[in-house]
């Protein structure tokens, strides 16, 4: 399933914002499973723990050392004078941080806070989906879609909206993300925005109020078809994980689904606690989840189920190369005790595990003090030994490694399966990936969809939507080749005859956004998705397999 281009405002940034000096005395977190909800450098995944004991050196002597090195460099050094205290202070915690491993992580004042929202289901914002798209050489960032009952919504603000100015300050050619951080913002503080409504180029100022915006991480969960039940639980896994998986099982299982498929996809991972809570749903009591192992006693648990009815419909799970940390333990869980059939691309290769630390000055870290193993004793961590941050973030791997053995384990059923590079699916699939010539049509399909639907008498309603309502005919199709001929010049009508399939789609994929919202667009896509087109043919083999697996339990 392709979602290109539209960031939600919701998406947890680390950018380089000013924190307090370092704090006098760290605060451990001992109760909290927690992580970011992000994956790229300068970011952390955590899976769960407690600390470590932080406090063997005294923290005032550390942080008088820092100061004082701080200082020398603010004295002396020819650009001193443009540092502030606290980016010298956050540039030496990240470097320490990073020559031991690439999850651990500082966090100032603005990242600490928007982790800590991520945790609780929510962020504070307007609860807008924005996206940036280029048009004659100019990058602007659009409104996509807004959120029923946000402070967008209220304001009024439509799909293909375009954001002109916020607070007086310009935002035309700047990238969607500079743009969210403007719209960004304490709760019940006032933003001043101008844009550019999309049905008459006019310019309206609309003052909105921030609030907290419900992010849920499963944006989604309903009926593919007669009997089969789809759960997309791709954004990470947070307090609510539990409580929203539970409900829309009992909801999916109420419109008669037989069978699911767990799409876990794109999830960075979060509060392991909360994963363990999904996997144990179809495990039974007593079988093993998890074991954890770190340097000091308190950090070694074992996570085991203690559910007493567990489901027991045929499971297939949908992964890829962004499944991480406690997503990797769901899947890695099911998969060891071959309770489900795993589909996609290898997954993301997290198994360390970051106890939080909450530091004074509302600022905070993540460190790393331990591993966790899935049921088979396997390790879930890919090797950083010998990467660099960018290389590792990226997937790659030193050339002497491509090949080597990895940690060979066994299932319940006596499969084999591989530790130490990420969770391996029983069956390997490739997603969906983009040719030069598709990714260069994004940016005219949205914008003739945003003339289309701006039009008086807009073809797709909000109040008449449904999927099998959204049809692009051959004529809508003639349309757009006019228009992307003209607006790409580099575009021919050749790629656009060998791409009509696509258009299609995706003009759909941007109706269904306009009329009803991410989550209608996001099942046009996966109509035509090919992973959940073989996911539907493997449940035969996923209930067969749950079979055995009871049986071998019962020798």
């Known amino acids: 399933m392709l979602k290109l281009r539209h960031i939600p405002s919701a998406v947890l940034l680390t950018g380089a914002l000013a924190c307090a000096a370092l704090p006098q005395q760290p605060k451990t977190l001992l109760n909290d499973v927690v992580e970011p909800f992000a994956i790229r450098p300068g970011s952390s995944f955590a899976a769960s723990g407690a600390a470590a004991d932080v406090n063997s050196r005294r923290p005032s002597k550390i942080a008088a050392d820092i100061l004082e090195a701080e200082r020398i460099i603010r004295e002396n050094s020819v650009d001193g004078k443009r540092v502030g205290a606290s980016d010298l202070t956050k540039k030496a915690l990240e470097g320490a941080l990073r020559t031991l491993d690439p999850h651990s992580s500082y966090f100032d004042q603005a990242e600490w806070r928007e982790l800590l929202d991520?945790?609780?289901?929510?962020?504070?914002?307007?609860?807008?989906?924005?996206?940036?798209?280029?048009?004659?050489?100019?990058?602007?960032?659009?409104?996509?879609?807004?959120?029923?009952?946000?402070?967008?919504?209220?304001?009024?603000?439509?799909?293909?909206?375009?954001?002109?100015?916020?607070?007086?300050?310009?935002?035309?050619?700047?990238?969607?993300?500079?743009?969210?951080?403007?719209?960004?913002?304490?709760?019940?503080?006032?933003?001043?925005?101008?844009v550019e409504r999309a049905a008459t180029r006019r310019y309206e100022s609309v003052e909105i109020r921030r609030g907290r915006v419900p992010q849920p991480s499963i944006p989604d969960a309903y009926i593919l078809r007669p009997g089969v039940g789809y759960i997309e639980l791709s954004e990470g896994f947070n307090y609510t994980t539990g409580e929203e998986f539970d409900t829309a099982m009992r909801e999916l299982k109420r419109q008669g689904m037989r069978a699911l498929i767990l799409d876990l996809r794109e999830n960075p991972g979060g509060i392991?606690?909360?994963?363990?809570?999904?996997?144990?749903?179809?495990?039974?009591?007593?079988?093993?989840?998890?074991?954890?192992?770190?340097?000091?006693?308190?950090?070694?648990?074992?996570?085991?189920?203690?559910?007493?009815?567990?489901?027991?419909?045929?499971?297939?799970?949908?992964?890829n190369e962004n499944t991480a940390s406690a997503s990797e333990i769901v899947a890695g869980a099911l998969q060891d005790n071959d309770r489900a059939l795993l589909v996609g691309g290898k997954t993301f290769g997290k198994g360390l595990v970051q106890s939080v630390i909450d530091l004074?000055?509302?600022?905070?870290?993540?460190?790393?003090?331990?591993?966790?193993?899935?049921?088979?004793?396997?390790?879930?961590?890919?090797?950083?030994?010998?990467?660099?941050l960018t290389d590792y973030y990226n997937h790659k791997s030193v050339v002497s490694d491509i090949d080597r053995p990895y940690f060979e384990a066994r299932t319940i059923t006596n499969r084999r399966v591989y530790g130490g590079d990420g969770i391996q699916p029983d069956v390997p699939l490739p997603g969906d990936k983009l040719t030069q010539t598709q990714s260069r049509l994004l940016?005219?399909?949205?914008?003739?969809?945003?003339?289309?639907?701006?039009?008086?008498?807009?073809?797709?309603?909000?109040?008449?939507?449904?999927?099998?309502?959204?049809?692009?005919?051959?004529?809508?199709i003639e349309n757009f080749d006019s228009f992307a001929?003209?607006?790409?010049?580099?575009?021919?009508?050749?790629?656009?005859?060998?791409?009509?399939?696509?258009?299609?789609?995706?003009?759909?994929?941007?109706?269904?956004?306009?009329?009803?919202?991410?989550?209608?667009?996001?099942?046009?896509?996966i109509q035509d998705d090919p992973q959940i087109a073989k996911a539907m043919t493997l449940f035969p083999q996923a209930a067969e397999l749950a079979r055995l697996a009871q049986s071998a339990k019962k020798k």
């Open 118 to 194: 991520e945790e609780q289901s929510g962020y504070t914002g307007i609860g807008a989906t924005i996206g940036a798209y280029e048009q004659n050489g100019v990058t602007d960032t659009y409104v996509l879609a807004t959120f029923p009952g946000s402070p967008a919504a209220r304001a009024g603000l439509r799909f293909g909206d375009r954001v002109v100015s916020i607070d007086g300050t310009n935002m035309s050619g700047k990238e969607d993300e500079t743009v969210r951080d403007h719209i960004r913002g304490a709760v019940g503080t006032a933003i001043r925005m101008v």
């Open 272 to 319: 392991v606690d909360q994963a363990v809570h999904v996997a144990e749903r179809f495990l039974p009591a007593g079988t093993l989840i998890l074991t954890q192992r770190g340097r000091a006693r308190i950090d070694n648990r074992v996570w085991q189920s203690v559910n007493t009815s567990p489901e027991t419909m045929p499971l297939v799970v949908l992964v």
């Open 360 to 388: 004074p000055g509302q600022t905070g870290l993540t460190l790393t003090t331990a591993r966790y193993l899935t049921p088979s004793g396997r390790s879930i961590q890919r090797d950083y030994s010998k990467l660099d």
């Open 443 to 476: 940016d005219p399909i949205f914008f003739f969809a945003r003339e289309v639907q701006s039009a008086k008498g807009a073809i797709f309603q909000p109040a008449v939507f449904g999927l099998s309502t959204v049809k692009v005919d051959d004529k809508l």
């Open 485 to 525: 001929l003209k607006d790409l010049p580099t575009i021919s009508a050749k790629d656009l005859d060998e791409n009509k399939d696509f258009i299609r789609t995706r003009l759909k994929y941007e109706f269904a956004m306009a009329a009803a919202g991410s989550n209608a667009a996001d099942q046009v896509l």
